[in-house]
């Protein structure tokens, strides 16, 4: 549990007060002068690569899984649930 | 449960507790540094009503159905609609908000070149909402 509780200090640390520190840090001072295609684009572009990178290693879990547990692997062993009377 | 270990679904639900709060991130830094118009900005009225966009400048110049601005100044649009709900579109500059009766939405943008540019409605609106169209006319600064 203290194990636990250390990872998710690193990560707030790492993820979330730098996060919470940029959204609370909004001012009512003027914008800048921007191309609003530039910053929707960027928005949209790294957006698409996390995603296709999340469903990248997604897909790719599942693949090994159903590979690596399927009946015919010489390596499969039936659990305790599925019995030993094969 | 004995004999079994629970750290994988604890890096993952970190995972994706972690990815999600980046891309809520992200996503709020881009729709504020969109949002945020820039001082000295020109307002420009806008008016939908069905089927033709009216503009009114700060000095009361009005334009029907053609914009002229100036490149490399920023505008802010003040949109509202006479009749039933219009939107706001400048397909080439990202540039889209709906018209809606009883309300003013606002929206800013700085051209970046000189050239002419569609408006058009986004949101049906009728008959002849196909035809409720502008041209937006992108010039060299005057002074």
Redesign the interface.
């Known amino acids: 549990m203290k194990r636990m509780v250390g990872l998710f200090l690193v990560l707030s640390v790492l993820v979330v007060i730098p996060a919470l520190d940029l959204a609370f840090a909004q001012g009512d001072e003027p914008g800048e002068y921007l191309d609003r295609r530039v910053i929707i684009w960027n928005l949209f572009f790294r957006m698409m690569a996390v995603a296709f990178t999340v469903g990248a290693v997604v897909a790719g879990t599942m693949m090994w899984i159903v590979w690596r547990f399927r009946e015919s692997n010489p390596k499969a062993k039936p659990t305790a649930y599925e019995g030993t009377d094969w | 449960m004995s004999g079994h270990s629970n750290w994988p679904e604890?890096i993952y639900i970190?995972v994706v507790?972690?990815?999600m709060?980046?891309?809520?991130?992200?996503?709020?830094?881009?729709e504020?540094?969109?949002?945020?118009?820039?001082?000295g900005a020109e307002v420009i009225k806008v008016t939908g009503q069905q089927w033709f966009w009216t503009f009114e400048h700060e000095d009361g110049t009005i334009e029907i159905g053609e914009l002229h601005v100036e490149v490399g100044k920023?505008y802010k649009f003040e949109i509202m609609s006479k009749d039933v709900i219009h939107s706001f579109n400048i397909h080439d500059?990202?540039?889209l908000m709906d018209a809606v009766p009883g309300r003013i939405n606002t929206v800013?943008?700085?051209p970046?070149d000189v050239g002419t540019h569609d408006i058009q409605c986004r949101e049906y609106c009728g008959l002849i909402h196909y035809n409720m169209r502008g041209t937006l006319y992108v010039e060299e600064p005057s002074s």
């Open positions: 604890w970190a507790v972690a990815l709060t980046w891309v809520g991130a992200e996503a709020w830094n881009a504020r540094l969109v949002e945020e118009v820039p001082e920023a500059y990202v540039v800013w943008f700085a970046t």
